[in-house]
């Protein structure tokens, strides 16, 4: 079976959507299949992991809005000029593309998998996934796609596969915190990382007895500027574009941190957060969060103040025994297995 990916990354965009793809990419590969990754928008270093895995990137440079009708018969043509013989799936993951995109790719793939979380625009596809959290998600798709087999929630999570393999070693947490992670996603374009640095540094935080690990992607913009405050400190550590976000994560005992795709890996780890939402989509998420009793929604970044992260770091009320058994609970790490059994078994 041969495969092509459609997703994007940037500064703006985030890395998440390519690396949830990624991750699908590599089983995908591991098993047998030919994945191709086509994009419009692509950091380096996110070039030469696709290519790491075996899968062959593929830029477009297309000059039409990315969704729009001209860039789908653009990209269908390129495409089908470059790899001859079709595609058995296509996914898709790009909250710029809806139908009128989708439906000219049935000349380029024979059946597609959308991702998406908005549920704010209309699918042509076979199956739709959606990998957050609802109180109720059987109708959120029902009138937005030509009757998509659709798989939803985090059990479907796309989660590398070092989440699975380090959740073995989940220990439980006590009550204690004694080790927090701070990480907003591989760009954090609003710079919470900092912001919260500083706040916790103004009430003295960082020289006490908590350590602190600070997780940030190689395009986070201030990366200089962070090494100056992690040199000036003893209990920090700084980690860039890490392969053991798993293992980061199964060290601390609460993070401070951004909703999105980072919510299932932190929750496959049992490890609750301190919420602070950079993006208008990671709002529900961190609410859903907060109703379970795992996490603490501090509010869209924009609304969160210095003394807010302080606070509720210091005073922290949660019971972490059993709000880190909770999330555990809620992601088992075989999202990518279970996905791809739907790609394998869909008609």
Known sequence: MKFLIRADASVAIGTGHVMRCLALAKSLIISGREVVFVFQQMPDHLVEKIKQIGCIPFYLNSKFPVGSIEDAVYVSSKVNNAFQNGFDWMIIDHYQISDIWEKEMSRTAKKLLVIDDLANRAHICNILLDQNLYEISDSRYNELTNNAKQLIGPSYALLRDEFHQERQKVKTRSDTIRRVLVTFGGTDPTNETLKSLYALD??????????????????????????????SKKRLSLHIQSNSVAAIMNKADLAICSGGTLTWERYCMGLPGLVIAVAENQIHNAIMGEKLGIDRFLGFHSDVHDLDIVNNLKDYEGDLKNDSLTAFNIVDGRGVEKVIKNLEYTI
């Open 202 to 231: 103004k009430e003295g935080l960082l020289d006490s007895n908590l350590d602190f690990d600070i997780l940030v992607g190689q395009s986070y913009a201030h990366l200089n500027e962070l090494r100056k405050i992690v040199d």
